[in-house]
């Protein structure tokens, strides 16, 4: 397990450690999650819409595309459905 320490600004800001964006892959312009448990905070590195969202449409049958209402249906189910995988439900 790595542990690491970082200053709150007054803003509350922080900067994530060297070594934790290494071990996370997180780049500039990459999104965290943080996910608060038991007094403790978990920070991932946030999937990608494209990420979340691919193999939404998998084992579809063969015949008109989509509606756009249903795709923004389909990903707001999955993205739901990452949330609540994220929490354990």
Same mark, same amino acid.
């Given at each position: 397990? *790595? ?9 509350? %800001? ?6 934790? *964006?290494?071990? @996370?892959?997180? =780049?500039? !312009? #990459?999104?965290?999650?943080? @996910?608060?448990? $038991? !007094? ?9 819409? +494209?990420?979340?969202? =691919? !193999?939404?449409?998998? !084992? *579809? ?11 923004? /249906? #389909? +990903? %707001?189910?999955?993205?739901? #459905? /990452?949330?609540? =995988?994220? @929490?354990? $439900?």
């Amino acid at each position: 397990m *790595r542990s690491a320490t970082a200053k709150v600004t007054s803003k509350g %800001q922080i900067t994530i450690p060297a070594e934790i *964006r290494a071990a @996370l892959a997180v =780049a500039p !312009g #990459d999104r965290v999650s943080f @996910l608060l448990e $038991d !007094g403790r905070v978990r920070v991932t590195k946030s999937a990608s819409y +494209a990420e979340r969202t =691919a !193999g939404i449409f998998k !084992g *579809r049958r063969p015949g008109p595309p989509p509606t756009i209402a249903k795709m923004k /249906d #389909d +990903a %707001q189910e999955a993205w739901v #459905d /990452d949330v609540l =995988a994220e @929490l354990g $439900d």
